[in-house]
């Protein structure tokens, strides 16, 4: 068996019937075969199980107290389409067969039945999904973004639909819920795939830096500059400037963005002389940009020349049933990287990440994968791999109190350092529970992030 093989999670199949004595004998069955198993009784449960995420096949009654197994069919390609579904029944027609296989039922079994003919059309659904994964794989235009929920889905295709574009594109999203990712697909989908993909991020550096590091400057234009540097928007001449976190920006940049996005035309610091650039400008951003218009923060005609084609990347607790194709990614990625053969999670530990409400979206997520992998003592990942924070175990505060008296700024600071502790040190994850930006953890705790170099040389 393959080292990749080892690594993959048993598949999942879930029986829905409502006699207990029947679900549980097609569940050994199931189980012996070597399968992960889970059991339902109603469509209700069953579809509330489909919905954590993890479900491969599920094997149905069509008749099942207060839906029928027609109605759960329909319900499981709405939300899971990559869920293949075989159907069970004692009352089989030929137009139930047929309608059920319309609404994409991968098989159809009449009962009585032998065990036999039920494992087979669980492998012949098993294949078919395998098949699907892989093609999907293969032809994705985001293939670092992972996950096959309709969310998702709508992403990559308005992804597609607007790369050939030359307009501008403002994401936005959550921190960590792969707005970069984003913008790489979008530049590699691009006639400009051949050009480069310049990347900064605008709250990284403070106003001066920033500006020498988008225009350039000429030797001697302040202290330090002993040479003429080029800025991003030369390097990305005839490419892709991607623009994180824009609404960091001050008002005197967002001016000097506006004029470069309207014309191409600028000036290095320090020179008179104005440059043209051929530039496609992706900006992505966790804020509101046009409450921050409204408040006077961010400049009325910047957002409309940012807001062009629009995408919205949903945070991870709104596609939980892309979780378990994300820990299978991260889980591989890791194995790999770390020498390690594993053969996946215990459902416990699967359960717990489906349930926890992961500020830090899907950067958390793999940072969470990625310690346990490092850590774990046996060869799947149990919920004793989880980092205490996520298991409200004691010491792991769960509030902050402050004393009446206590200066805002003091506050402030202890709020932020309890958050963090509760993340780990994550400033990403801790910033998304607090509402802010990592630039502002920075400011507030008196600490100076890493600065790159300001520019990058014509030498």
């Known amino acids: 068996m393959a080292d990749a ?43 509330e199980r489909v919905r954590r995420g993890g479900v491969d096949v599920v094997v149905a009654d069509l008749k099942l107290p207060g839906a029928d197994g027609i109605e759960l069919l329909k319900n499981i390609r709405a939300i899971s389409p990559a ?8 009352y089989g027609t030929v137009e139930r067969a047929v309608e059920a296989m319309k609404l994409g039922a991968v098989d159809f079994v009449v009962k009585p039945f032998r065990r036999a003919v039920l494992l087979d059309a669980v492998e012949r659904a098993l294949a078919r999904q395998c098949q699907a994964t892989l093609a999907a794989a293969e032809v994705s235009p985001c293939p670092e973004i992972v996950g096959r929920s309709r ?6 295709g308005l992804v597609k639909r607007i790369a050939p574009s030359p307009a501008t594109v403002l994401i936005y999203g959550e921190s960590g819920t792969g707005k970069e990712l984003v913008a790489d697909a979008i530049h590699r989908l691009s006639p400009r795939r051949d050009g480069p993909l310049v990347k900064v991020s605008c709250a990284a550096l ?38 994180d976190e824009i609404a960091q920006l001050s008002p005197a940049m967002q001016g000097k963005l506006l004029r470069v996005l309207q014309d191409g035309r600028f000036e290095r610091v320090g020179s008179s ?36 084609l629009t995408v919205h990347l949903p945070p991870l607790r709104d596609r939980a049933e892309d979780i378990p194709l994300l820990v299978e990614h991260f889980l591989r990625r890791y194995c790999e990287r770390n020498g390690r053969q594993m053969l996946g999670i215990t459902r416990e530990a699967l ?39 996520m298991t409200g175990a004691p010491g792991q505060a769960q509030e ?22 509760r993340t780990g040190g994550d400033k990403s994850a801790a910033a998304a529970l607090l509402g802010i930006t990592r630039r502002t953890i920075y400011r507030k705790l008196g600490e100076r992030p890493e600065v790159p170099p300001p520019a990058v040389s014509d030498k």
Not at 151 to 156: G, N, S
Not at 291 to 303: I, K, N, P, W
Not at 357 to 377: C, D, F, Q, S
Request: charged letters at 30%; proline letters at 3%; aromatic letters at 6%.
């Open 5 to 47: 093989e080892r690594n993959l999670p048993r598949p999942c199949v879930l029986v829905v019937d409502d006699h207990e004595s029947v679900r549980e004998a097609l569940g050994r069955s199931l189980a012996q075969r070597g399968w992960q198993t889970q059991l339902a009784g109603t469509a209700r449960e069953a579809l």
């Open 83 to 90: 869920t293949e579904v075989v159907m069970i029944t004692a």
């Open 151 to 156: 969310a998702i889905r709508e992403v990559i």
């Open 206 to 243: 403070p106003e001066m830096l920033l500006e020498s590091e988008l225009f350039g400057h000429e030797r001697g234009a302040f202290t330090g500059a002993v040479e003429a540097r080029r800025g991003r928007f030369e390097v990305a001449d005839r490419g892709t400037l991607f623009l």
């Open 273 to 308: 002389e104005t440059r043209q650039v051929d530039v496609r400008v992706i900006a992505a951003t966790n804020t509101d940009l046009k409450q921050a218009m409204e408040r006077g923060a961010f400049r009325e005609d910047l957002y409309y020349r940012l807001n062009v």
């Open 351 to 389: 359960d717990c990440l489906l349930h926890f409400h992961w500020p830090g979206n899907v950067r958390e997520l793999e940072n969470v994968i990625e310690r346990a992998v490092v850590l774990a003592r046996g060869d799947r990942i149990t919920v004793e791999d989880r980092p205490a924070w």
């Open 400 to 421: 902050v109190r402050i004393p009446v008296g206590t200066s805002i700024e003091e506050a402030e600071r202890r709020l932020i350092e309890a958050t963090l502790r």
